[in-house]
């Protein structure tokens, strides 16, 4: 069954924190890479943050230092928490998963989507 469901997008003003979450399906979570990515209208879609089966994890240099990306095996998610948040940050949110092994924020094609939420920060 192919399944991400994401939650957790709000608005908040500059400097507030939120947490994603990406719930998956056995399959879903099963791949050897999962991620966050955003999109803005007029923009393609940007890797945010990966975290393979192994526990490797990359960032795009923009969000370093900033969100931690993390998964729960026994929930069967990953999430994503935002801190310090800009309003360069307001986006659509996805989670996206895929069975290749070369998992990094470059990497923007992913076989699996979810169907997005949307963060909003105000300055």
């Known amino acids: 069954q192919v399944e991400l469901v994401e939650s957790g997008g709000d608005s908040v003003q500059t400097g507030g924190s939120l947490r994603l979450t990406c719930r998956a399906s056995?399959?879903?979570?099963?791949?050897?890479?999962l991620g966050w990515y955003r999109q803005t209208p007029g923009k393609g879609r940007e890797g945010v943050a990966t975290i393979d089966n192994m526990g490797k994890i990359t960032y795009a240099d923009s969000v370093k230092g900033r969100f931690t990306i993390s998964r729960d095996h026994a929930a069967m998610s990953i999430y994503l928490q935002m801190d310090s948040l800009k309003p360069e940050d307001t986006a659509m949110y996805y989670c996206?998963?895929?069975?290749?092994?070369?998992?990094?924020?470059?990497?923007?094609?992913?076989?699996?989507w979810g169907e997005g939420t949307l963060v909003t920060i105000s300055s």
């Open positions: 056995a399959l879903m979570y099963s791949m050897y890479c």
């Open positions: 996206a998963a895929d069975p290749k092994s070369w998992c990094t924020v470059t990497a923007t094609n992913m076989n699996y």
